[in-house]
């Protein structure tokens, strides 16, 4: 198993599993941003820019601009500040890593599919992510976001030749995994790595 950043770095793995990132491997501290702003989860949902983050993920902001726009009222947020509590907060779910590296020793290849900006470098330099999977499909580089069918095209094409059939997509959000679902892959909505490990188990994927 090879890792590189958008490099689909193709062996001969028994299966091919797309994971989702945030709140499926590593915990999202995004939750912590009321409390960083002293607001309330509505107050922060009310003031926050309407399409500033969407764009932040596809890629059509860096981190300075959209720390210029995460407000609609134009007040400046210390990027550096923000940085910090991110990098300072992200860590695996339990059993994620000794998941991972199972999985990957058992032949399989493993890649992030995950909507996310830039800060997932942020995630690369705190957890080193890449020892067991490849940043292939982060939507701030393809441009194309879950439930998007265009994200879930983008990976297939990339993946060729791979068949439909070997290719599994794990995610906690429902609606991301029917769209999987949809596009032809195999899914599976996380819960828990308890609950994964029974769905990887009952799929022979362990």
């Known amino acids: 198993m090879v890792a590189k950043e958008f490099g689909i770095a193709h062996t001969t ?17 995004f939750r912590l941003l009321p409390g960083h702003f002293r607001l309330s ?13 969407v764009r932040f993920e ?10 210029r726009e995460f ?12 940085r910090e509590l991110l ?6 779910l339990p059993g994620i890593p000794e998941l991972l590296e199972e999985l990957a020793r058992a032949g399989h ?8 900006p830039e800060w997932y470098r942020w995630i690369e330099d705190k957890l080193e992510l890449s020892r067991y999977l490849s940043w292939s499909f982060v939507s701030c580089q393809t441009g194309f976001r879950k439930p998007d069918p265009r994200a879930y095209a983008h990976a297939i ?9 070997e290719l599994w997509f794990i995610d906690d959000r429902t609606q991301n995994v029917e769209a999987a679902v949809q596009a032809g892959l195999n899914g ?9 490990r029974v769905a990887l188990r009952r799929a022979s994927l362990l």
Not at 109 to 116: D, I, R, T, V
Not at 188 to 196: C, M, V
Request: aromatic share 14%; net charge negative.
């Open 58 to 67: 596809r890629g059509e902001l860096v981190h300075a601009d959209f720390c």
């Open 41 to 53: 989860f509505a107050e922060l949902m009310a003031q926050k820019h309407p399409t500033a983050w």
């Open 71 to 82: 407000f609609l009222d134009g007040r400046t947020v210390d990027g550096d500040a923000l």
């Open 87 to 92: 990098s300072d907060n992200y860590r695996y």
């Open 109 to 116: 290849e493993l890649h992030a599919f995950s909507n996310y």
């Open 157 to 165: 094409r990339a993946l060729r030749p791979r068949e439909l059939s």
């Open 188 to 196: 599976i909505r996380f819960e828990d790595t308890s609950r994964l």
């Open 13 to 29: 793995a028994m299966a091919v599993l797309l994971f989702d990132v945030m709140d499926t491997l590593v915990w999202d501290p």
